[in-house]
């Protein structure tokens, strides 16, 4: 799922105010504790910046290598797909073989997989974190906060970044209390997650 140099890109899509940008700063701070990572770099896709609007944020993790571009990525090795609304044929086309399409979603892996037709070999983690995050609370203005528990669904599908690490970049990046809370939330969407190979 990486390529030659060893470096996993990842795109993650949603709507403003879902901290799709949160959600990247907290991967790479994860990659970094992991002990996994030789370098690692966020960053956001700059447009439309209201809250529902569709945004982007990028992550590169590499294992060994120094990352030098900051172009945007255009086909990733992992899609996250925050709120599928904003999901559609060219999301899921440019993903690479053998990577990853993960979804907040309540159909299963199956159903996204006929949906959107996808005939090329990946894997899909999907996992109904909008309902998880309405039973939490966890929502401002009517929009569920599905950055952190869909990390935890990350975990699942990504052998070299953990839900330890995970769970102690969410601490240090959003600070002891909020972070202790939103980490418990990712362990338990991590539960979640329903996986299939394409």
């Not at 294992?63 to 120094?66: D, E, S, Y």
């Not at 980490?183 to 990712?186: F, G, K, T």
């Given at each position: 799922m990486t390529d030659a140099d060893g470096i996993t890109e990842i795109v993650i899509y949603g709507r403003g105010g879902q901290g799709c940008v949160l959600a990247s700063q907290i991967i790479v701070e994860a990659a970094y504790l992991s002990g996994n990572f030789q370098d690692v770099v966020a960053f956001p896709s700059f447009g439309a910046e209201r809250r529902g609007a569709p945004v982007q944020a990028f992550a590169r993790i590499s294992?060994?290598?120094?990352i030098w571009t900051r172009a945007e990525i255009a086909h990733p090795d992992i899609a996250m797909v925050?709120?599928?609304t904003v999901l559609n044929q060219i999301i899921v086309d440019n993903i690479k073989e053998n990577g990853?399409?993960?979804?907040?979603?309540?159909?299963?892996?199956?159903?996204?997989k006929d949906y959107y037709n996808i005939t090329h070999k990946i894997r899909i983690a999907s996992a109904n974190i909008s309902?998880?995050?309405y039973d939490k609370d966890l929502y401002i203005e009517g929009l569920p906060i599905i950055n952190t528990p869909i990390l935890g669904v990350l975990t699942e599908t990504l052998e070299s970044l953990d839900l330890d690490s995970i769970k102690k970049a969410i601490i240090k990046v959003m600070g002891k209390e909020k972070g202790e809370f939103n980490?418990?939330?990712?362990e338990e969407a991590s539960k979640l997650t329903l996986l299939l190979n394409c």
């Open positions: 294992k060994n290598k120094k925050l709120d599928e990853v399409l993960i979804i907040n979603s309540d159909k299963s892996p199956e159903e996204i309902k998880f995050c980490s418990s939330l990712a």
